[in-house]
C-alpha cells in the first residue's frame, strides 16, 4: 500500500504560481506511474497531468499544456506540480495518484488506472 499527502494548495490571483507537491510513504515509490487530478464543485474528477516510472514519459490535459508542469523526484519519494499563469478555472481540489499499471514509457491517463490516492489540496484562484 502507498500513502500520499498532498500540500501546496492556497489561494492566488491569476496569473500567479503554485507548486504543489505529494509525498508518498509505504511501497517503493518507483513502481508506480504518478498523476494529479483535479475536481471542482459540480465537475467529475479530471485528469491534470500524468508521468511514468522514471519521470521520462509526461502527459498534460489540453486545459493545462504550457502552464503546468509535471516532475518526479525517485530519491525522495515525491512528485510535484508547477502551475503557472493560473486562471479562475484552474480552481479545484487537486489530487495526487499513485498507479501499478504504468510504466517506463507508459503515463496513465484516466482515474480508473490509479489504485491510490491522496485526499486532496484546495487551489483558488482569484479572478
Known amino acids: 500500500q502507498v500513502q500520499l499527502v498532498e500540500s501546496g494548495g492556497g489561494l492566488v490571483q491569476a496569473g500567479g504560481s503554485l507548486r504543489l507537491s505529494c509525498a508518498a510513504s509505504g511501497r517503493t515509490f518507483s513502481n508506480y506511474a504518478m498523476g494529479w487530478f483535479r475536481q471542482a464543485p459540480g465537475n467529475e474528477r479530471e485528469i491534470v497531468a500524468a508521468i511514468s516510472l522514471s519521470g521520462g514519459v509526461t502527459y498534460y490535459a489540453d486545459s493545462v499544456k504550457g502552464r503546468f508542469t509535471i516532475s518526479r523526484d525517485n530519491t525522495k519519494n515525491m512528485v510535484y506540480l508547477q502551475m503557472n499563469s493560473l486562471k479562475p478555472e484552474d480552481t479545484a481540489v487537486y489530487y495526487c495518484?499513485?498507479?501499478?499499471?504504468?510504466?517506463?514509457?507508459?503515463?496513465?491517463?484516466?482515474?480508473?488506472?490509479?489504485?491510490?490516492w491522496g485526499q486532496g489540496t484546495q487551489v483558488t484562484v482569484s479572478s
Open positions: 495518484a499513485a498507479s501499478l499499471y504504468g510504466g517506463h514509457t507508459i503515463v496513465v491517463t484516466t482515474s480508473r488506472g490509479y489504485d491510490y
